[in-house]
């Protein structure tokens, strides 16, 4: 019996001692809490509202083409006799780049000179005798037609020689090498590729709600992907009148390129489109919407204390917000400093 309530005494003093370890380690953690008071002021940022208009700028992605490409290729059959440049090759316009073989063609321009020459003294003799009446007339006027149809052979070789000189049409650099020396060369075969980027086309495709933000003429920033800083000069001078499988439109800026040349042919850009609102309108920043898309909702501070208010927003455009309703010039809106913000609180001003 003594042994039973011997057990009892120590089952109790167990309880008791953690009953007390369990109240001092509550009393311990309530004073490690920290305990916020209502009344104290919450610290925040604030925005004087007035009306302004919204600038918005917009960014359109595209990619760069060289203004004048083409494919160079001989006008008259021939063999290749040397090849002047290299792809990779800068050229000016007129430059000599192919040089086809012409030794037959001079030599029937030698005959053909010869013929020039004894028919030039035929015609100079049938004349005296035409004078004197010593041979008819018409001896002298086939004279006359030999030398003339011979003049036009001369013409025709001579232009066919210039043929077989290959120039470059404009300035620009060779992009690709389709030939070699040894080979022949045929009407409307490719040789080379002369590639002008300096002057270079942007395009990029519009979905058809944006499209009447841009007229021909306009002129737009362009920035290259690659080169970032340094900012081009676009005009618009195509608007596409027919859409795309994508149903977007495709617009085209000519865009002069870098010194040096720096920005190259399928190079990725962006061109940005500034545009003013023609009605002033309260434009707050989205970080300051404390409530819902559904029930978008600000603090404002009045008289001191930080009052929630029901707003409508009509448009968003990046990190910014149209605000048609709610809000008026003159309110001070809470812009940070939301963590411990409630209604009513008192407001201190950073």
């Given at each position: 019996?003594?042994?039973?309530?011997?057990?009892?005494?120590?089952?109790?003093?167990?309880?008791?001692?953690?009953?007390?370890?369990?109240?001092?380690?509550?009393?311990?953690?309530?004073?490690?809490?920290?305990?916020?008071?209502?009344?104290?002021?919450?610290?925040?940022?604030?925005?004087?509202?007035?009306?302004?208009?919204?600038?918005?700028?917009?960014?359109?992605?595209?990619?760069?083409?060289?203004?004048?490409?083409?494919?160079?290729?001989?006008?008259?059959?021939?063999?290749?006799?040397?090849?002047?440049?290299?792809?990779?090759?800068?050229?000016?316009?007129?430059?000599?780049?192919?040089?086809?073989?012409?030794?037959?063609?001079?030599?029937?321009?030698?005959?053909?000179?010869?013929?020039?020459?004894?028919?030039?003294?035929?015609?100079?003799?049938?004349?005296?005798?035409?004078?004197?009446?010593?041979?008819?007339?018409?001896?002298?006027?086939?004279?006359?037609?030999?030398?003339?149809?011979?003049?036009?052979?001369?013409?025709?070789?001579?232009?066919?020689?210039?043929?077989?000189?290959?120039?470059?049409?404009?300035?620009?650099?060779?992009?690709?090498?389709?030939?070699?020396?040894?080979?022949?060369?045929?009407?409307?075969?490719?040789?080379?590729?002369?590639?002008?980027?300096?002057?270079?086309?942007?395009?990029?495709?519009?979905?058809?709600?944006?499209?009447?933000?841009?007229?021909?003429?306009?002129?737009?920033?362009?920035?290259?992907?690659?080169?970032?800083?340094?900012?081009?000069?676009?005009?618009?001078?195509?608007?596409?009148?027919?859409?795309?499988?994508?149903?977007?439109?495709?617009?085209?800026?000519?865009?002069?390129?870098?010194?040096?040349?720096?920005?190259?042919?399928?190079?990725?850009?962006?061109?940005?489109?500034?545009?003013?609102?023609?009605?002033?309108?309260?434009?707050?920043?989205?970080?300051?919407i404390a409530g819902t898309n559904i029930k978008p909702q600000v603090y404002v501070v009045n008289e001191g204390k930080a009052v929630l208010q029901d707003i409508i927003v009509s448009k968003r455009f990046e990190n910014k917000v149209v605000v048609s309703s709610g809000l008026q010039s003159g309110d001070v809106l809470v812009t940070t400093g939301f963590i411990n913000l409630f209604e009513g609180a008192n407001i201190q001003i950073k």
């Amino acid at each position: 019996m003594k042994n039973k309530i011997l057990y009892i005494i120590i089952g109790l003093a167990l309880v008791a001692i953690v009953v007390l370890r369990l109240k001092n380690n509550k009393e311990t953690t309530v004073e490690r809490v920290y305990h916020y008071e209502k009344e104290s002021p919450v610290s925040v940022q604030v925005e004087t509202l007035k009306w302004g208009y919204l600038n918005t700028k917009i960014s359109y992605t595209g990619s760069f083409e060289p203004d004048r490409e083409t494919k160079v290729s001989a006008e008259i059959q021939g063999k290749i006799n040397s090849v002047l440049v290299d792809a990779g090759s800068i050229v000016k316009t007129g430059q000599t780049l192919i040089q086809l073989d012409n030794s037959l063609l001079k030599l029937q321009l030698q005959s053909v000179e010869v013929q020039i020459e004894g028919l030039e003294a035929d015609v100079k003799r049938y004349t005296v005798l035409a004078n004197a009446d010593a041979i008819q007339g018409v001896q002298l006027e086939k004279a006359e037609l030999g030398l003339k149809s011979a003049l036009v052979q001369k013409a025709t070789l001579l232009e066919q020689i210039s043929k077989t000189t290959i120039k470059s049409p404009f300035n620009g650099v060779v992009t690709a090498k389709m030939t070699e020396e040894g080979a022949f060369a045929a009407p409307g075969v490719p040789l080379l590729q002369i590639t002008d980027i300096s002057v270079l086309r942007f395009t990029i495709n519009i979905p058809d709600k944006d499209l009447n933000q841009f007229n021909r003429d306009d002129k737009h920033r362009v920035f290259a992907d690659a080169f970032p800083t340094e900012e081009l000069t676009g005009e618009i001078n195509m608007i596409g009148s027919k859409a795309n499988m994508g149903n977007s439109y495709p617009v085209q800026l000519k865009v002069k390129n870098t010194p040096g040349l720096k920005i190259k042919s399928g190079m990725s850009g962006s061109v940005t489109i500034e545009n003013q609102s023609a009605e002033k309108q309260i434009v707050i920043p989205a970080s300051a919407i404390a409530g819902t898309n559904i029930k978008p909702q600000v603090y404002v501070v009045n008289e001191g204390k930080a009052v929630l208010q029901d707003i409508i927003v009509s448009k968003r455009f990046e990190n910014k917000v149209v605000v048609s309703s709610g809000l008026q010039s003159g309110d001070v809106l809470v812009t940070t400093g939301f963590i411990n913000l409630f209604e009513g609180a008192n407001i201190q001003i950073k």
